[in-house]
C-alpha cells in the first residue's frame, strides 16, 4: 500500500537559515507526482511545490526547493531564509494515477516554528 | 475570481442527526476530493470522484456519503453512523491527472469546522 511518511512532528529554525523537513514515500508504481503544501494556522493549504517521478532535475519554486532522491524515496522540502511567516504545518502528498483512478494521499505533516 | 467554496465554516451536528457540508468550484476541474483532518494529524481521503456521477472511496468513507451530479458541485453528508465527527474537513479539486497533466496541484476551500452539540 502506498505511504507518506514524514518523521518529525515538529521543527524549529532560526529566521534566515534554512530548513530540510523530511518526506519518504512508499509506492510500487514507476509514474506518480509528489507534492508539498503548507498550512498556517488558518487552515488553508497553499500548494508550494511539485516534483514528478520522471523529473531529472530537483523542483524549485523561490525560496523553496526539493531534493529529490528517487533510489531512496525521498522528496525533502528545503526553505532557504525562513521568514516568520513560514511558521506552519508542513505536508508531503503523493499522487498516483492509474488508469481506473486518481488518488492522493497525504503525510502526517511537520510542525515548522521559525524563532525570531 | 476563480476558486472551491466551501459552506459553512462552522457546523454543529445533533446526536442522530445527519448533515451536509458543501462544496462547490468554478475552475472547470474534473476531479474532487473530500479530506478530513483531526487536530494535529494530517488529512484522511474520504471520498474522491473523477468526473461527474462517479465517485469512490477513500481510507475512511465509513459514515460519509457524497453525490456528484454536477461538475461543478460535490457536497458530503456526514451521517449518524459516522461517531466521531468533530473534525476540520477539506474539499479539494484539481485537473484530472488521466488528461496527462500529472503534476497539477490540488486547489483547495477553505474548510468546515464539524463539532458535536
Known amino acids: 500500500a502506498q505511504k507518506i511518511t514524514q518523521t518529525q512532528p515538529g521543527m524549529f529554525v532560526q529566521e534566515k537559515e534554512a530548513v530540510t523537513l523530511d518526506c519518504t514515500y512508499d509506492t510500487s508504481d514507476q509514474s506518480y507526482g509528489l507534492f508539498w503544501y503548507k498550512q498556517p494556522s488558518s487552515g488553508e493549504m497553499i500548494f508550494l511545490i511539485y516534483?514528478?517521478?520522471?523529473?531529472?532535475q530537483n523542483a524549485t519554486e523561490g525560496r523553496y526547493s526539493l531534493n529529490f532522491q528517487k533510489a531512496r524515496k525521498s522528496a525533502n522540502l528545503v526553505i532557504s531564509a525562513s521568514q516568520l511567516g513560514d511558521s506552519a504545518m508542513y505536508f508531503c502528498a503523493m499522487r498516483d494515477v492509474k488508469t481506473s483512478y486518481d488518488k492522493v494521499i497525504f503525510g502526517p505533516g511537520t510542525s515548522l516554528s521559525v524563532i525570531p | 475570481d476563480g476558486g472551491i467554496t466551501q459552506s459553512p465554516k462552522y457546523l454543529f451536528r445533533k446526536e442522530g442527526q445527519n448533515v451536509t457540508l458543501s462544496c462547490e468550484q468554478n475552475?472547470?476541474?474534473?476531479?474532487m476530493y473530500w479530506y478530513r483532518q483531526d487536530p494535529g494529524q494530517g488529512l484522511r481521503l474520504i471520498y474522491y470522484?473523477?468526473?461527474?456521477?462517479?465517485?469512490q472511496k477513500g481510507d475512511i468513507a465509513e459514515g460519509y456519503s457524497v453525490s456528484r451530479e454536477k461538475k461543478e458541485s460535490f457536497p458530503l453528508t456526514v451521517t449518524s453512523a459516522q461517531k466521531n465527527p468533530t473534525a476540520f474537513y477539506l474539499c479539494?479539486?484539481?485537473?484530472?491527472?488521466?488528461?496527462?497533466?500529472?503534476?497539477?496541484?490540488?486547489?483547495f476551500g477553505d474548510g468546515t469546522r464539524l463539532s458535536i452539540l
Open positions: 516534483q514528478g517521478s520522471y523529473d531529472e
Open positions: 470522484s473523477q468526473i461527474v456521477n462517479d465517485f
Open positions: 475552475l472547470n476541474h474534473d476531479a
Open positions: 479539494a479539486s484539481s485537473t484530472s491527472p488521466s488528461r496527462g497533466r500529472l503534476g497539477q496541484p490540488q486547489h
